[in-house]
């Protein structure tokens, strides 16, 4: 069965620092998808960013991008330049086969001025 | 491009009466899920659709929940009788098919209060 460990309940940044959040995950398969979705106060949730467990390269999406570590089984989002509009929970999840997604607990980033 | 949408936005009813969720996903997409978040279980997938054939409802809580996908843009979430433990956000979500794992893309959800 597939995983995912969020191990930091709550993080803190200053605006315009740059962030990292942490995210490990357990699966079987040699096949799967880690995703990044974040939900702000309003409560929708957004996607963030995908890496494929084949892509050699990590994923960027402007100031967003994955650490993806295969060996060490982690897919850790970094968050550069934060902003206040930043300030949301982060869900980290995986996906291996049949298009389902497993979501770990989350990480609640607040940004400060 | 529209997004997934998802009818009503809030939902507040008194226990016993029957609740139902609307979800119109995002054109062309393959499968829609249904996911339940609260603080305590955090976001549980319910069930999904797969060209609007059910393809899992094993998190579906118990018999009272029911989903429905009559066409490829509407599926339906009913609850009856609704209970004051099902207060939480509801989430419908679509993705393409593709050989890739894809996002899901969620709409804005729906919030439920039992009373």
């Known amino acids: 069965a597939q995983k995912i460990t969020q191990t930091q309940p709550g993080m803190f940044v200053q605006e315009k620092e740059a962030v990292t959040l942490d995210c490990t995950y357990d699966?079987?398969?040699?096949?799967?998808?880690l995703f990044w979705y974040k939900q702000p106060s309003s409560g929708e949730m957004i996607f963030l960013i995908y890496?494929?467990?084949?892509?050699?390269q990590n994923a960027t999406e402007g100031r967003y991008s994955l650490n993806f570590q295969k060996a060490r089984k982690s897919a850790n989002l970094v968050i550069s330049a934060s902003q206040l509009g930043d300030s949301a929970m982060y869900f980290c999840?995986?996906?291996?086969?049949?298009?389902?997604?497993?979501f770990g607990t989350g990480t609640r980033l607040l940004v400060s001025p | 491009d529209a997004g997934v949408i998802q009818s009503p936005r809030h939902e507040v009813t008194e226990m016993g009466q029957e609740v139902t969720l609307r979800c119109k996903p995002i054109?062309?997409?393959?499968?829609l899920f249904w996911y339940r978040q609260t603080m305590m279980r955090g976001l549980e997938l319910l069930i999904y659709?797969?060209?609007?054939?059910?393809?899992?409802d094993s998190g579906m809580p118990e018999d009272r929940f029911s989903a429905k996908m009559p066409n490829a843009s509407f599926s339906t979430l009913k609850i009856q009788p609704s209970e004051p433990r099902d207060s939480a956000v509801y989430f419908c979500a679509s993705s393409l098919a593709t050989g890739r794992h894809q996002p899901q893309h969620f709409g804005d959800g729906t919030r439920l209060s039992i009373l």
């Open positions: 659709f797969n060209n609007n054939v059910p393809i899992d």
């Open positions: 054109s062309g997409h393959d499968y």
């Open positions: 999840a995986m996906s291996a086969g049949f298009q389902k997604l497993v």
């Open positions: 699966t079987s398969d040699q096949s799967y998808g």
């Open positions: 890496q494929g467990s084949y892509d050699e």
